[in-house]
């Protein structure tokens, strides 16, 4: 039988610390978050692999991302205890549960009411009962929160995520996977005023959100 608190210590320690994620209660956060709660069960001994694991297998498939990237991905966003954060396509809420352990105030969002109920089922089973689950695409985020310090894409777009942008307070902070293949590369969008920034972080590959996908252009 697998020893998840050392297959928590492992990951800390093999994929995250050699990885260049550093910051402390970050690494303290997910060496906390039982990761294999946020599975489907009986594929609990995959949840610490150093890969994407399908955590819904539905009409539109869902991944919990490799721990070296999901960790990456949120330290950029250096979120402080309080803050609102927006955890898109947050699957069984995995992502979720690691902010709401950075003590922020956390809305998770999800295209499927099914998938949305399991991610509440997970969390509140896993002591994270108060992070927010709400169901709509994923594209339109949650606006009626807004003012986000904080949006992660769990997965890959193909185009810059404009929807989302503008539900960042001023000085907020956008990460996802953006592009295919080799050209892939984890991104961050920082919102001054009217204005975006953004700036490359490290080669990576994430599984395509279909919502996010580029729509065919007209052909003559």
């Not at 003012?147 to 539900?167: F, T």
């Amino acid at each position: 039988m697998v020893d998840f608190s050392q297959a928590r210590r492992t990951m800390v320690d093999s994929q995250l610390r050699t990885f260049d994620v550093n910051d402390i209660p970050l690494l303290d956060a997910m060496g906390i978050v039982p990761r294999e709660r946020f599975v489907l069960p009986g594929r609990e001994e995959l949840a610490y692999i150093d890969q994407n694991v399908l955590v819904s297998d539905g009409a539109e498939p869902r991944f919990m991302l490799t721990p070296m990237v999901v960790a990456r991905l949120i330290q950029a966003l250096e979120v402080e205890p309080g803050e609102k954060v927006l955890d898109v396509a947050c699957g069984r809420g995995y992502s979720s549960a690691v902010f709401a352990e950075l003590g922020a105030k956390v809305t998770a969002l999800e295209s499927d009411e099914a998938l949305a109920q399991t991610a509440r089922q997970c969390l509140e089973g896993a002591g994270f009962g108060a992070v927010d689950v709400r169901v709509g695409p994923l594209d339109k985020g949650s606006p009626q929160e807004g003012g986000y310090k904080a949006i992660l894409i769990n997965g890959a777009v193909d185009e810059r995520p404009e929807g989302l942008l503008h539900q960042l307070a001023d000085l907020g902070r956008l990460v996802c996977v953006k592009g295919r293949g080799r050209s892939a590369r984890a991104m961050i969008y920082i919102r001054s005023g009217d204005a975006f920034s953004e700036r490359s972080l490290f080669d990576a590959a994430a599984p395509s959100l279909p919502a996010f996908e580029a729509k065919p252009g007209f052909v003559f």
